[in-house]
């Protein structure tokens, strides 16, 4: 059962859908915390393997990094959450 004390910081938080070069110059220190993991994310095996199972229906065609490795994120919890 998940502690009702527990609030991540994060839960409230809104975020445009695109994010721009100059609205990231605007966050704090964490955006380069986010790109480094992020470029982290994108080199593993992982991320490569999920990248390629997606694509030969081209829907991540087009698609920033930023939101792969989103996209990356959301399945891989969503699957660990069943």
Not at 11 to 39: C, F, M, R, V, Y
Not at 68 to 81: I, K
Request: zero cysteines.
């Amino acid at each position: 059962m998940a502690n009702p004390q527990f609030r991540p910081s994060f839960g409230n938080a809104s975020l445009p859908d695109k994010l721009t070069p100059e609205l990231l110059d605007q966050l704090p220190g964490d955006s380069e915390i986010w790109h480094n993991l992020k470029q982290a994310i994108a080199a593993s095996s992982g991320f490569e393997r999920w990248q390629l199972e997606r694509n030969t229906d081209g829907r991540l065609s087009g698609l920033n990094l930023d939101h792969l490795v989103r996209y990356y994120l959301r399945e891989t919890l969503e699957t660990l959450a069943y």
